[in-house]
C-alpha cells in the first residue's frame, strides 16, 4: 500500500453515514485537526482538560493505564537509540474520526457510533451502547475506553460537572467526540443571535483550547483559507497507520523523519525506548 | 356403559339455547375484556403517580390582560443563546416580595420562598433524559416554532395540572403526549425521539445522533 | 350451564387475557419504563443546570500566576481555561491549572483545625479555640518563633512580618531563591543591586539551560510557549536552546541538543565554556576596565586555566571539541542567556556555583547594555505603615536549631523543598509546628497542627511577580466559591494569634481585611504611575497614565486583570566583580570541591525531578489522575528510572522493588529501566504519588527529597545512593 503521507483527500462519500436526510442549507463540513507533534511537550493538559470537559471521572481505585478512560492519550515514543543519541517524541492521540470504512461504525451491533454526515464527526452516544466492546477490539488507535465502573466523584465534586456533557453509567464505551457539545453551543448561540452560520472561534474542542503549546490546531478541513487545511496538506504532515485506509481527521505534523516513520509501525513499539 | 354417555351428551348438547355462546369462548373474553380494561383503565394509574406541583402558579393571571407577560419574559435565554428554562426564585422575587393577591398560594410563595430565597421544586412535565439535547434556541429563533407547538396550551392555564410520573422510570406522562390513554407506539405530540424524528423529517432537517444527543 | 369450571376453561381464561396484555399497554410501558430506569440509575449524577457565566481570576497553583477565565453555572464554577492575551499565560493554563477548582473537593481536604498525632501522624479535631490558645501558648513561651512564608511576596508577607516584628525573636522567612536567574549571583558580580531579573526572551537568540526545565515548565506559560515557538525549526526569529543536565527530562528531549553532564558538575562545565570564551577572545566587547578579578592573579582566567577542556571533559563525561563548538556558538550567536536552577526540586546551586554562571552571563554579554537579563523593581508594600520592620532572611541563613514555633504559610502552592531544611533550624526539643494549608501537601506533612485555610478560588489572594518575567506584575485572585465554615483565613487566623498573644501590633493587624489589605496595595502601584494594565473583560491594554484613579485598576485587576511595570533598559554602566564579594579562596576550593566530588563513573546520583507548585506537593486535583495513574506519561513519586545497564550492574529486574539508600535514609521504589536515562543516575519524581484520588488518613511526609544529601550551604544537587533488590 503507498504511502499518502502529505496528501489530504476526506471522501465525501461516506458508506457509514447515516442514511437520515441532510440539512439542505447547512454547509458541509469535515472538522479535523493537526497535531504538531514537534510542539507537544507532554505535558498532559490536554488529557486533563478533555477529561473535566466531558465528565469523565477521576480514576477508579484500582484503575490502571489498560482500564482508565483517558478520551484523548499522550503517548511517548523514542527514536529507538540508547542514550545519548536518544530523541523522544509525544503523541497525543484521541479517536481519529475515520471517514472511510469507519471501523467502529462498521462493528457496532446497536448503532451507537455513526459517522455524522455534515460534520463528519463519529458521534458516539453512549445511552446505546450495550457494552460489548466489538468496537474496542476494532479500532485500531486503542481510541475507544471502557467504564468498567460506575463514574464516581469525591463528594461536592459532581457539582462542578460540566451541564453539556452526560455522565455514563458503567457498561458502556466512550471515545473522543470531538467536543460536538461544543459545535451544539456555537449552533444555539448563533441561533440565538440570529445567524446562520457558527461562528469558527466558538467551536473548538477541549484539548486544542488547553493545550499550552498550541500544537492541537483544529478546524474545517473542507475550509481551505484555515489553518488546519493548509497544515494538513504541508509536506510534512502526516496520518497514524495511513496504509489501513480508514482516513482519519486528525493528522499529525513533524519535521524530524523518524518521528513520520513511526506512524506506519505503530506507536506502541518504543513506548519507553526499550524497543 | 358407553351408551348411557353418549346419550347423556346428546341431549346435553341438543338442549342448548341457540344464542349463547359456546364456554371457552366466554371464558376466552372474560380473560380479555378484564385485563384489557385493567390494561387501559386501571394500569395507567398504578404505573403513574399524581405529583402536585407546589404551588399552583396560574399562567393566565401573569399573561392575562391584567399584567400582559409574554412567554420570554420569564422563560428567557442567557447570553450564550441557552434556554433558561422555569425561572429561578429571584425571577418571582422582581414583583412578589410581599403577597400581592388574595389567594393562598400567592402568599405560601411569598413567604415560603421569596423570602427566604428557597427555589421552588417544580416538577418539570418535559424532563428529558440527561442524554438528550434539545436547544429552544435552534428551534424557536431559528426555525421560529412556537412555544404552543410542543408545549400545548400553558399560556392559557389557570393552575398547574398535577404531573403523572413513572413510578418505575421517574418520566413524566407528557413525554408520551397528554393522554393518559394514548397507546405507547401511536405518534402523538409527545417528546419521545419518535416525534422530534418525525418532525425533522418532514421539516427536512440534519437529523444525526451528535444532533440531538449530548 | 356446566358442571363447573374445569381446566380449558381456565386456559381459555388465560389464553384472553394474555391476549389482552399484549393489546394493553402493560407489558409495553413496564419494558420501555424499566428501560429508562436502568440507563438512569440515580447514583449516576446529573450536572448542574441554570444560566452559564464566566468570571475572571487568577491562579494561585503555583508562582507564575496565570489568568483564569471561569465557566460557572448558576456561580458553581465548572470549567477554567486561559485569558486570551494575558501577559503571563496568553491563554493557556497548565494540567493542574486546568483542574483548580476541584481543589475544593480534594478528598484529601482538611475539614477543620486539627492537632497531629506525632507517631501515627493521624489528625484529631481540636476546636479553633483551643488551637489558637494552645498554639499562642507555645508562641510566648518559645525562644524563636518564625514564619516560614512558601509564597513570599503577597501582601500577607507584610503581615507576617509585623506579626513577627512584635514578638521578641521573631524570624520571617523563605525557601531560598532558585529563580532561574536568582538576583543573588547577579548582584554579587555586578554592581547592579536590583531584587530580582527576568529575561527578556524577545531578544534572546541562544539560551543555555543548566538544569533549568525551559521548555516544560519554567517561566510563564507565555514564555514557555514563546521559546517553543522560537525554537522550532523554521521559526522566523529562531532562538536556540542547549540544556545541560543529567536528567532526561522533558526540556531535554525538545531542546536543539541535549547536553548530559554527570550530576553535580554543571558549574564545572560552564567553567569549560568560560575558558574557551577566554582563550579565544570571544568574549563581549563592552567588559572593558573596571572589572575586578577578570585577568590575571585570583581571576576568572587563572580558574578557569585550571580546568583545560581536556579535565573538563573528564569531569563531565562531555567530549572536549563538543565544549569548544557549544561555546564559540554561544558567543557568537549572541544575544545569549544562560539560565541556571529554576529546577523546581533540585533546589538552588551552591552560591560558588552561581558565580560561575553568573560570570558566564557577564562573558556572553547578557547583563549588560545589550543583554537579555532585565531587573525588574520590587512591588511596593500594601501601606505606608505597613513597611517591613523585620527583614525576611532566606531559609538557609535562619540558625540552625533556634526556632521553636514554626508557621508554615503556602506550603499547598509554593516551592516544594526537603523536610531537613526546615528542621535543622528547629530546636531539637518539642519544637511546634503549624501549617496554614488546607490539604497533607509538602511540608504540610509535618506539622502538629494544621488550621486548614481556604482553598484557591475561596480566599483574596495576590500575586508578585512570577520567576523570569521579564517586567515587575501584579496580579489579583478573587474568591469565587464559598469556603466550609471551619476554614479559617491566614489572615484571621494572625489576628486571633495577635490578640491571643497580646501582641503590640495587634491593633494594626486586626484593623484591615484581605480585601482591603490587597486594594490598599494596588492603590500604592497606581501611585508608581508607571506600566500597562492588561484588561481582561475588555481584551485590551491600557497605560496607567490613561487612568483616573486606583478603583479602575481596582476593578480591573479583581476581573483577572494583569499589571506589568515598564521594561527596564539593560542594566548599563555596570563594573564587574567575577568572582563576586567572596575571597576568591572560596570559588577557587568549591570548584575543586566539585570536581572531586563528581567522583567515579560508578557511583550512583539520586536526581529527583518535579513540576512547579502544587506539582510538586503531592496533593493534585483528582484529574490528575489521567496523566498519573490511568497512562503512562507521568511517573508516579514511587518509581525509580535508571538505565538497563545501570540496573543489571547493580542486580535490579524492571519493574520490580528496588531500595534507594543514602546517608540519610532509604525509601522503596519500583525499579524502571529506560535506554535514555545516563548511566550512574537515578531519576525519581517528586510529587503525586500512585493513587492519590483516594483520601489520605494519616499525614506522612516523606518523599525522594527526605533522603537527598543537604549540603551546609542549604542544596542538595548531588546525592549518592546504593540501590539493591529487595
Not at chain 3, 467 to 486: D, T
Request: hydrophobic letters at 35%; a neutral charge; aromatic letters at 6%.
Amino acid at each position: 500500500m503507498e504511502n499518502n503521507i502529505g496528501t489530504t483527500e476526506p471522501a465525501v462519500e461516506n458508506e457509514n453515514a447515516s442514511h437520515k436526510s441532510e440539512s439542505s442549507g447547512a454547509r458541509k463540513a469535515r472538522y479535523g485537526m493537526v497535531i504538531d507533534v514537534d510542539s507537544c511537550t507532554g505535558c498532559g493538559a490536554c488529557m486533563v482538560g478533555c477529561a473535566i470537559e466531558n465528565n469523565v471521572p477521576p480514576a477508579a481505585r484500582g484503575a490502571d493505564e489498560r482500564t482508565g478512560i483517558t478520551p484523548i492519550r499522550v503517548y511517548k515514543a523514542d527514536n529507538g537509540r540508547p542514550f545519548p543519541e536518544s530523541n523522544s517524541v509525544y503523541f497525543p492521540i484521541s479517536c481519529q474520526q475515520c471517514e472511510h470504512h469507519t471501523p467502529c461504525v462498521s462493528v457496532c451491533p446497536q448503532n451507537a457510533v455513526e459517522v455524522d454526515p455534515q460534520t463528519g464527526i463519529v458521534g458516539q452516544i453512549p445511552v446505546r451502547c450495550l457494552g460489548c466492546r466489538y468496537c474496542m477490539t476494532a479500532c485500531p488507535y486503542h481510541a475507544r475506553y471502557f467504564n468498567w465502573w460506575d463514574p464516581t466523584w469525591p463528594a461536592g465534586m459532581e457539582k462542578t460537572l460540566n451541564p453539556d456533557v452526560s455522565p455514563r453509567m458503567r457498561g458502556v464505551v466512550e471515545k473522543c467526540n470531538f467536543c460536538f457539545h461544543r459545535l451544539q453551543a456555537a449552533r444555539e448561540k448563533a441561533a440565538a443571535a440570529g445567524k446562520t452560520e457558527i461562528d469558527p472561534g466558538d467551536y473548538i474542542p477541549a484539548c486544542a483550547e488547553s493545550c499550552p503549546t498550541s500544537a492541537i490546531t483544529f478546524g474545517d478541513l473542507l475550509d481551505e483559507e484555515s489553518a488546519v487545511a493548509k497544515l494538513a496538506k504541508s509536506k510534512n504532515s502526516f496520518r497514524l497507520l495511513e496504509s489501513l485506509g480508514t482516513q482519519p481527521k486528525v493528522y499529525y505534523h513533524s519535521e524530524r523523519e523518524w518521528v513520520r516513520k513511526l506512524a506506519e509501525s505503530g506507536i506502541a513499539e518504543g513506548e519507553f525506548g526499550n524497543g | 356403559m358407553g351408551g348411557k354417555i353418549v346419550t347423556a351428551q346428546l341431549t346435553t348438547s341438543a338442549g342448548r339455547p341457540e344464542s349463547v355462546p359456546p364456554r371457552g369462548k366466554i371464558f376466552f373474553l372474560a380473560g380479555l375484556v378484564v385485563v384489557l380494561s385493567f390494561g387501559w383503565i386501571v394500569f395507567p394509574f398504578l404505573i403513574y403517580k399524581k405529583v402536585e406541583q407546589p404551588i399552583q402558579f396560574s399562567h393566565i393571571a401573569h399573561t392575562g390582560d391584567n399584567v400582559g407577560m409574554k412567554c420570554e419574559d420569564c422563560h428567557n435565554y442567557d447570553s450564550s443563546g441557552r434556554f433558561l428554562g422555569i425561572p429561578k426564585i429571584r425571577k418571582c422575587a422582581e414583583c412578589h416580595t410581599k403577597p400581592m393577591g388574595v389567594s393562598a398560594e400567592d402568599r405560601k410563595l411569598a413567604e415560603d420562598y421569596v423570602r427566604p430565597g428557597r427555589e421552588i421544586n417544580w416538577v418539570v412535565y418535559s424532563r428529558q433524559p440527561e442524554n438528550v439535547y434539545f436547544p429552544h434556541a435552534v428551534h424557536v429563533k431559528e426555525a421560529g416554532l412556537k412555544c404552543q407547538t410542543c408545549h400545548f396550551g400553558q399560556s392559557t392555564s389557570s393552575n398547574l395540572r398535577p404531573a403523572m410520573i413513572s413510578r418505575l422510570s421517574g418520566y413524566s406522562l407528557d413525554i408520551f403526549g397528554q393522554n393518559l390513554f394514548n397507546a405507547p407506539y401511536t405518534p402523538s405530540r409527545g417528546m419521545r425521539m419518535d416525534d422530534c424524528s418525525d418532525c425533522h423529517k418532514k421539516s427536512g432537517v440534519a437529523e444525526s445522533c451528535v444532533d440531538c444527543h449530548k | 350451564m356446566g358442571s363447573g369450571i374445569n381446566r380449558r376453561d381456565w386456559l381459555k381464561l388465560i389464553g384472553g387475557s394474555a391476549v389482552g396484555l399484549m393489546l394493553s399497554p402493560i407489558p409495553w410501558k413496564v419494558l420501555d419504563e424499566s428501560a429508562k430506569w436502568t440507563q438512569n440509575w440515580n447514583w449516576t449524577p446529573v450536572p448542574p443546570k441554570g444560566r452559564v457565566n464566566y468570571r475572571l481570576t487568577t491562579c494561585t497553583l503555583c508562582p507564575q500566576a496565570c489568568g483564569v477565565r471561569v465557566r460557572c453555572v448558576e456561580n458553581q464554577p465548572v470549567g477554567l481555561s486561559g485569558i486570551p492575551g494575558h501577559p503571563l499565560n496568553n491563554g493557556k493554563l497548565c494540567a493542574i491549572g486546568l483542574g483548580g477548582h476541584l481543589m475544593s473537593y480534594h478528598p484529601s481536604r482538611i475539614a477543620g483545625p486539627v492537632t497531629i498525632d506525632a507517631k501515627t501522624r493521624v489528625p484529631a479535631p481540636i476546636p479553633l479555640e483551643d488551637a489558637i490558645s494552645r498554639i499562642s501558648g507555645h508562641v510566648l513561651a518559645a525562644s524563636g518563633v518564625a514564619v516560614l512564608d512558601m509564597q513570599p511576596g503577597r501582601s500577607i508577607s507584610y503581615i507576617y512580618k509585623e506579626f513577627l516584628a512584635g514578638l521578641k525573636h521573631g524570624t520571617y522567612t523563605f525557601p531560598n531563591q532558585t529563580d532561574g536567574i536568582n538576583a543573588g549571583p547577579v548582584n554579587r558580580t555586578t554592581t547592579s543591586r536590583f531584587k530580582s531579573y527576568g529575561i527578556d526572551i524577545d531578544r534572546t537568540r541562544t539560551i543555555i539551560s543548566f538544569r533549568t526545565p525551559l521548555l516544560d515548565g519554567w517561566g510563564t506559560l507565555a514564555q514557555s510557549a514563546e521559546i517553543g515557538r522560537r525554537n522550532k525549526k523554521g521559526s522566523k526569529a529562531p532562538t536556540k536552546v542547549y540544556q545541560v543536565e543529567s536528567v532526561s527530562s522533558r526540556s531535554a528531549g525538545l531542546a536543539d541538543e541535549w547536553i548530559p553532564v554527570r550530576p553535580g558538575t554543571e558549574a564545572i562545565f560552564a567553567l569549560g565554556l568560560a575558558h574557551v570564551i577566554l582563550e579565544e577572545n570571544l568574549f563581549d566587547r563592552t567588559i572593558k576596565g573596571g572589572s575586578e578579578n577578570l585577568w590575571g592573579e585570583r581571576s576568572l582566567s587563572e580558574l578557569a586555566g585550571k580546568y583545560p577542556l581536556s579535565r573538563v571533559s573528564t569531569i563531565t563525561g562531555v567530549p572536549d571539541d563538543k565544549i569548544a563548538v557549544l561555546a564559540r556558538e554561544l558567543a557568537n550567536n549572541r544575544p545569549t542567556a544562560v539560565i541556571f536552577g529554576g529546577d523546581p526540586v533540585g533546589g538552588p546551586f551552591g552560591d560558588a556555583e552561581e558565580i560561575i554562571f553568573a560570570d558566564l552571563n557577564i562573558l556572553l554579554g547578557a547583563i549588560g547594555p545589550n543583554g537579555t537579563i532585565v531587573p525588574r523593581p520590587d512591588l511596593p508594600s500594601p501601606g505606608d505603615h505597613r513597611q517591613p520592620r523585620v527583614d525576611g532572611i532566606q531559609l538557609s541563613e535562619v540558625p540552625d536549631h533556634s526556632i521553636e514555633v514554626l508557621l508554615i504559610d503556602g506550603a499547598d502552592s509554593g516551592t516544594t523543598i526537603p523536610w531537613q531544611l526546615v528542621s535543622r533550624k528547629l530546636v531539637p526539643v518539642n519544637p511546634r509546628i503549624v501549617s496554614l494549608s488546607y490539604l497533607p501537601a509538602g511540608v504540610a506533612c509535618h506539622a502538629d497542627y494544621v488550621i486548614p485555610s481556604p482553598a484557591y478560588m475561596e480566599m483574596y489572594s495576590d500575586m508578585p511577580t512570577p520567576a523570569g518575567f521579564s517586567r515587575a506584575s501584579y496580579n489579583v485572585s478573587v474568591p469565587l466559591m464559598e469556603p466550609p465554615a471551619s476554614a479559617i483565613e491566614p489572615l484571621e487566623f494572625l489576628k486571633r494569634l495577635a490578640i491571643s498573644t497580646g501582641s503590640p501590633n495587634k491593633a494594626s493587624i486586626c484593623s484591615i481585611t484581605m480585601r482591603e489589605l490587597i486594594r490598599n496595595r494596588i492603590a500604592k502601584i497606581f501611585e508608581l504611575h508607571e506600566g500597562e494594565v492588561f484588561d481582561a473583560d475588555a481584551g485590551e491594554t491600557k497605560s496607567i497614565g490613561s487612568m483616573a484613579s486606583s478603583r479602575e485598576l481596582v476593578r480591573i485587576l479583581e476581573r483577572g486583570g494583569c499589571w506589568t511595570g515598564n521594561a527596564r533598559s539593560r542594566v548599563a554602566g555596570l563594573t564587574y566583580k567575577f568572582l563576586g564579594n567572596s575571597d576568591y579562596q572560596h570559588v577557587f576550593s568549591a570548584m575543586e570541591k566539585l570536581a572531586d566530588i563528581s567522583g567515579s563513573a560508578s557511583d550512583i546520583r539520586l536526581l529527583p525531578h518535579g513540576t512547579r507548585g502544587a506539582g510538586s506537593s503531592g496533593v493534585n486535583h483528582p484529574m490528575m489522575s489521567k496523566i498519573y495513574q490511568e497512562s503512562n506519561l507521568r511517573l508516579p513519586s514511587d518509581v525509580a528510572s535508571i538505565s538497563p545497564s545501570t540496573g543489571k550492574m547493580n542486580g535490579l529486574s524492571d519493574g520490580k522493588p528496588v531500595r534507594v539508600k543514602t546517608d540519610f535514609g532509604q525509601t522503596i521504589l519500583k525499579a524502571r529501566f529506560d535506554q535514555s536515562i545516563m548511566d550512574g543516575v537515578v531519576q525519581v519524581q517528586v510529587g503525586e504519588e500512585t493513587g492519590t484520588t483516594a483520601r489520605r488518613e494519616s499525614l506522612q511526609g516523606s518523599n525522594t527529597l527526605d533522603i537527598c544529601r543537604i549540603e551546609s550551604d542549604s542544596t542538595w544537587k548531588t546525592t549518592s545512593v546504593q540501590l539493591s533488590p529487595l
